[in-house]
């Protein structure tokens, strides 16, 4: 097949990694020639493409395909699709992202793609937006939905929400969990003693981490006051966050003013395949995001053989199992979150028994390979 993924930005996070497992798996595993087309990488997150992990992978920059809505550069980004598209004369164009999703549909569909395929990473619409913004995304998803032959959730949830929204009929979409490398999580034991010598973690510390650019709605802050009672009751634990973005500052200030300093332990902005690394120090994985479509921490972690607390949104049910992979607690909840957190920290069992049950549980479901077999049988429906 010819295949053309278009997205946005090749930024470091779960959308980007997933499109990038899925262009080298199609060309190494398939023989399928494969173009991808992505704006500028912007933004502190760092960029993926500048990792040399692109194996012999075609990329085109496409300029004036950026975030913002920007109606003149819009209109450039979606010209230069056109034209891309009639020169790359693709079978199937598979397109990521709110801004990408929207043009490049259009500009496949008006071009007569046989297979325009949209992958809904997240939706672009949340009840944290303003009702103005909610119905004018909505409105945006509900027109591009068709101009596309199939969507792919990466989990159930996304489809949950693309339905009650009026976007398409459940028939459109399959759900398809996204992949990522399983080994590096599996063997992330061997690392632990380092890892904590580096972060000045001692033996007995029981450590809680967070991985997720520092930014609205990945909730640090509910961390930082379940934290507050959790070190009152243990003080041992230690909160160890793994990323980088605008609230550093902000959130650094919190810890000062709750007189946390000594609780929580900063790592920066790592590369993902250092994710493993700085995992295998932790006791438990937090998560705390307002929205998110299934964030790619939480089965990584489970792979790891960790136990999972997750606020109940999006996809996260669908791996946070209570009682079998760890706690799902209530969104913006402080007092279950604490108690979430002091209940793993004082038993080792309990975190063992969770962590374990995720590992078997879903280390072959969120293969990189298993994802891309089930995308490219897709994609064989149409073309």
């Known amino acids: 097949m010819r295949v053309m993924h278009i997205i946005t930005r090749m930024i470091i996070g779960g959308a980007q990694e997933n499109t990038l497992y899925n262009c080298l798996d199609l060309l190494q595993e398939y023989g399928d020639e494969v173009l991808l087309v992505t704006g500028p990488q912007q933004g ?30 819009d209109w450039r980004a979606y010209r230069q699709l056109k034209s891309q598209i009639k020169r790359y004369r693709p079978d199937v164009v598979h397109t990521h992202s709110a801004k ?83 080994e590096p999580f599996q063997q992330s034991g061997q690392y632990r003693a380092a890892a904590r010598r580096e972060l000045g973690i001692a033996e007995d510390q029981i450590v809680f981490g967070k991985i997720a650019r520092l930014f609205p709605l990945k909730g640090h802050e509910y961390l930082i006051e379940a934290a507050r009672s959790l070190v009152k009751q243990c003080p041992q ?44 120090a932790m006791d438990a994985l937090v998560h705390t ?6 964030a790619r921490t939480l089965p990584q972690a489970l792979i790891a053989g960790l136990p999972v607390i997750s606020y109940d949104i999006d996809g996260a049910r669908e791996v946070v199992l209570p009682g079998e992979t760890g706690f799902l607690i209530k969104p913006q909840a402080i007092e279950e979150l604490s108690a979430a957190m002091l209940s793993l920290a004082r038993d080792n069992g309990l975190r063992t028994r969770l962590g374990q049950g995720g590992a078997r549980r879903f280390t072959d479901q969120f293969r990189h390979t298993t994802m891309t077999r089930q995308i490219r049988e897709l994609y064989g429906r149409f073309v």
Not at 143 to 156: E, K, L, N, Q
Not at 289 to 294: D, K, M, V
């Open 44 to 73: 502190p997150e760092g960029g993926l493409l500048q990792e040399g992990r692109v194996g012999g992978l075609a990329i085109e920059t496409t300029p004036s395909l950026i975030r913002n809505i920007q109606p003149l550069a």
């Open 237 to 280: 634990a230690r909160i160890l966050l793994v990323g980088d973005g605008i609230l550093r500052r902000q959130l650094q200030a919190q810890i000062v003013e709750q007189g946390l300093q000594a609780t929580f332990i900063f790592a920066g902005l790592v590369q993902p395949e250092r994710i493993p690394y700085y995992m295998s």
């Open 289 to 294: 995001s307002l929205r998110e479509g299934l």
């Open 100 to 182: 990408a999703g929207l043009l490049g549909r259009a500009a496949a569909w008006q071009m007569k793609v046989p297979a325009v395929i949209h992958t809904v990473h997240g939706a672009p619409f949340h009840p944290y937006q303003s009702a103005i913004a909610r119905k004018f995304f909505v409105a945006c998803e509900r027109w591009a939905a068709g101009r596309c032959h199939h969507m792919i959730s990466v989990a159930d949830a996304m489809t949950d929400l693309m339905v009650a929204a009026g976007v398409a009929p459940r028939a459109k979409f399959t759900t398809i969990y996204s992949g990522m490398k399983v």
